[in-house]
């Protein structure tokens, strides 16, 4: 369904000359891909809503997102795996949230092995064929927001706020995907060779 919606969206803007042709294939992967991420954040969300309070699983899921957008990591070969383990990762991300509520120690001791975590990303994907000179500046992108990440998760553990271990998980989800990522590349190459 999605890739008959991004190749026709492709051909839309394409017939109009605001795509050139040889950017036509990458154009249509990368739609694809949005369209397919934000229907399984709204189906992981109302999946879960019933388990976890609304405002603290977006905040989680935000988290996760903004770094994720950037870093890389594991990727499923399917959609179906892609969307059972990010349900499967959410939820159990949410249940260790709220055992890490109130539990500021624990929290500053994650956040800064997440932010160490995130720090050796981005994995480059092959998919998105990345430049030299982009794939740097994605890695600018990706330190700052992780280090505006960081500082917000920081002062919310400073002031003792209940939602910090929400925003510590969220990037505790997204170190463990770059570091299973980099595993992954790794042990590719190793097989390959």
Known sequence: MQHKLATKIVAFFSHRRLIEK?????????????????????????????FANPGRMII?????????RRSGGYHCKTEQRCFLLSLLVVALGLIQASLLEEKYAAQLL?????SCAIFTG????????LSREEFCENANRLRKMTVLLTCVALIMISMRVSVASYCVTG????????VAGKFIQVWRKIQCS
Do not use: K
């Not at 040889?22 to 992981?44: D, G, H, K, M, P």
């Not at 989680?60 to 994720?68: H, Q």
């Not at 990037?171 to 995907?177: H, K, P, R, Y």
């Open 60 to 68: 989680l899921l935000l988290f996760v997102l903004l770094i994720r």
């Open 22 to 50: 040889n950017n036509e294939e990458w154009c249509v992967y990368f739609i694809e891909t949005r369209i397919f991420s934000y229907i399984a954040f709204l189906l992981i969300f109302f999946i879960l809503l019933p």
């Open 171 to 178: 990037l505790f989800i997204a170190g463990v995907s770059i």
């Open 122 to 129: 981005p994995v480059n994907q092959p998919e998105l064929h």
């Open 110 to 114: 994650i956040l800064i092995l997440s």
